[in-house]
């Protein structure tokens, strides 16, 4: 079943956490050949939070992040986003939730080359089903800086440019929680910075909850705290992380798999 809890955390006082995950297991493969990805992460994160998700290669970074916005199944556990819980529910449910209420931001951007940046940008809201304001697109690709470039194609664009439409289209359903894969991975420095920057406002100005992958502890410094993750398992948190800071824990990661949870 799919199952809106908002009703029952209001009874019991504050506002539903923007991310639950309990005991979330996640594994990739069959039998002797099974990989475990995400082996029984639990975490919750506040709303108008920004976080950053680190750890090495293969430490199931993605694989969080694809169960925690609804798309792909864990095989265990309960991920609740804004809560609803996503896990559960049929495949129509859980893509008309994900539709309206998450955003995405990949590392390669993901826009449809046939499309103009306007069209890309409001495309969430016309699969979603609903009227697509060209006003709204204007504002939205004003608000990251590409108020010239409605008509453009995205191979008309630099990286950075094409990186701020995604954000533009993971904006444009107002949604309560935005998940990035690694969305400055393929950016110089100062487009990263710019897109960093815009992440961060969703979170400060507008109260969205933001959760980002990274492997770069300058990105990781523009969040208000640092999820390690190593082997599929939570290994630490940071608050208020800065670049050297978390440099220096991603250094010594697995030394204590406990260290700072
Ligand atoms: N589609 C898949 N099929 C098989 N194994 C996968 C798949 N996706 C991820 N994995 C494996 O799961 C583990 C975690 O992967 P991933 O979540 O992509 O880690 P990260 O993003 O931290 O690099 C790795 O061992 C990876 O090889
Ligand atoms: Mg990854």
């Not at 792909?72 to 309206?100: C, H, N, Q, W, Y």
């Not at 969430?124 to 800086?145: F, N, S």
Request: aromatic residues 4%.
């Amino acid at each position: 079943m799919f199952r809106n809890g908002s009703r029952r955390d209001h009874d019991t006082g504050p506002a539903p956490e923007a991310l639950r995950l309990v005991k979330v297991s996640k594994s990739y493969g069959i039998a002797d050949s099974a990989v475990t990805a995400l082996d029984g992460v639990t975490l919750g994160l506040a709303r108008g939070t920004f976080t950053a998700v680190m750890g090495p290669s293969g430490s199931g970074k993605s694989t969080l992040l694809q169960c925690a916005a609804g798309l792909d199944r864990p095989d265990s556990g309960i991920v609740r986003v804004d809560g609803t819980e996503l896990t559960g529910g049929s495949e129509a449910e859980l893509t008309k939730f994900r539709r309206g209420r998450i955003g995405f931001v990949f590392q390669q951007y993901n826009l449809l080359e046939t499309l103009t940046v306007a069209q890309n940008t409001v495309l969430p809201l016309k699969l979603a089903g609903k009227r697509v304001d060209r006003r709204r697109a204007r504002e939205i690709l004003t608000a990251v800086g590409l108020g010239d470039r409605l008509r453009h194609r995205p191979d008309q664009l630099s990286g950075g440019q094409r990186q701020r439409v995604a954000i533009a289209r993971a904006l444009v359903t107002e949604p309560r929680v935005i998940f990035a894969d690694e969305p400055t991975g393929a950016l110089d420095t100062r487009s990263a910075r710019e897109v960093l920057t815009l992440l961060q406002q969703s979170v400060r100005v507008h109260g969205r909850t933001v959760v980002m992958v990274t492997h770069d502890p300058v990105a990781a410094s523009y969040a208000d705290s640092v999820l390690f993750l190593a082997d599929g398992r939570l290994a630490g948190r940071m608050d208020a992380p800065t670049a050297d800071a978390v440099a220096e824990r991603l250094a010594h990661l697995g030394d204590d798999m406990t260290a700072g949870v």
